[in-house]
């Protein structure tokens, strides 16, 4: 796993994105970015997985939410949870970090418990992931829930900062958390031990650094990424949210194509 250097929270600067052209959400740059949604009212709309590959109910997730990456309206996320290394096999993307974002709504989602594979949709409502059914009610109530978004604007050039926008939204009397998520596009792992020993796992869009850049009052504001923190990840996605877990209110990824 990448290390990264100790970053301040108010000013997150954190790494990805794939050499060549400038890289601008919004825009489509055949090969190297994704295409973007055109307006912020058709999302994008948030889909985190929470899984392990010491979990041998989670391919089946892992496989769903690797097609939801492929969709321009949707930031699809997997957070690897480290409470299943003990049994036999210890997940090398797992961190004590990504539990604890779980456990997080788990508490505000009101569960009794945390459990893999689980999909938190858009801040409002969870499932295993392992039938599409569910998750697809949970986007079509995130779109009822919010059709106006706070979606960031996201730039960078290949050697240059990441930059990071938003308009003016109205928060009511609350605040937002913008978080940044820096990914790998895809990961292959033969698994030695435990529960699905001698698999070959496909994992998409793995979380390896998140860190709130900042609380948000909804006035119009930037932040800036300079180049000289940023590593060499392939993906990065803002979520904003309402603040310590609440309903997302936005999000937008800046992202390379799968390379191989």
Known sequence: MT??????????????????????????????????????????????????????????????????????????LSFHVDYWDYIGWKDPFA??????????????????????????????????????????????????????????????????????KLAAFDLGDKSADVTLAVYDRRHTTPINSGENQGRSLQNFNVVRHFELVSRWDGAAADWTIPADRIGPLQGMAVLVQHADHGPMIGCNKLEPAYSG
Not at 12 to 17: D, N, P
Not at 97 to 123: C, F, H, N, S
Not at 127 to 148: C, F, H, M, N, V
């Open 3 to 76: 290390n990264f250097p100790t970053l301040d929270r108010r000013s997150l600067l954190i790494g990805a994105a794939a050499a060549g052209a400038a890289l601008i959400v919004g825009r489509s740059q055949p090969g190297i970015a994704k295409p973007a949604v055109k307006a912020a009212a058709e999302g994008p709309w948030a889909v985190e997985l929470f899984t392990s590959q010491g979990c041998n109910s989670c391919p089946p997730a892992d496989a769903f939410l690797g097609r939801l990456s492929m969709r321009p309206d949707i930031v699809a």
């Open 95 to 164: 961190s004590r970090e990504t539990t604890e974002r779980q456990r997080a709504y788990a508490r505000v989602l009101k569960q009794r418990y945390v459990y893999t594979p689980e999909m938190v949709v858009d801040g409002i409502g969870h499932d295993t992931g392992r039938d599409p059914g569910p998750i697809k009610g949970l986007l079509a109530e995130a779109r009822r829930r919010s059709p106006k978004r706070a979606t960031p604007e996201l730039s960078r050039s290949s050697s240059g900062p990441l930059s990071i």
